[in-house]
């Protein structure tokens, strides 16, 4: 068995202030969403991904991709969208492969209401913090870190952005 390379001080710092860090700012974005809009960060991040979408639809798997869940999850998530008016699905063409999702245009009123308090609160726990070089690190650890954990095309259903 190899030997285990505990973390040293350093690293266990970095580490927890890492966790702290996200962990705090993924509690305030989800509280805050659905104090301010009824919201959770998932169905926000569904309806959102589904607003900027050529013709306000996706394939239900690269919107499962984008929004990192699997399949089943994403399913129960598009059911109780659709349940509320804001999501409908459509079946994918003549081959019967697949469904597309598609904002409604209660789900786009909905997605829009939401989306300038949240981006408000991305800026000032975020943006705000860091000068452009800061911002430039952040983006370049991130994508460091994501692709150690998923391969190219993966991310690129993901929506990652061009490096």
């Not at 970095?14 to 104090?35: H, P, Y």
């Not at 984008?66 to 081959?95: K, N, P, Q």
């Not at 598609?102 to 000032?124: D, I, P, W």
């Amino acid at each position: 068995m190899p030997k285990t390379r505990w973390l040293d001080d350093e690293e266990q710092a970095t580490w927890r202030g890492f966790l702290i860090a996200t962990k705090l700012m993924m509690d305030r974005v989800e509280r805050d969403l659905k104090q301010h809009s009824g919201l959770s960060f998932a169905y926000y991040d569904v309806l959102s991904r589904l607003s900027e979408a050529p013709g306000r639809s996706m394939r239900m798997a690269d919107l499962a991709a984008a929004c990192v869940f699997d399949r089943s999850r994403l399913s129960h998530t598009i059911d109780r969208l659709a349940r509320d008016g804001w999501v409908r699905r459509e079946d994918a063409g003549v081959d019967g492969r697949g469904q597309f999702a598609v904002l409604t245009a209660e789900g786009a009123k909905v997605v829009r209401s939401a989306a300038r308090q949240h981006v408000e609160q991305v800026r000032t726990l975020v943006f705000d913090r860091l000068d452009r070089e800061q911002q430039q690190s952040l983006r370049e650890i991130s994508a460091l870190l994501a692709t150690g954990m998923a391969d190219d095309a993966a991310l690129t259903r993901m929506g990652w952005p061009e490096q």
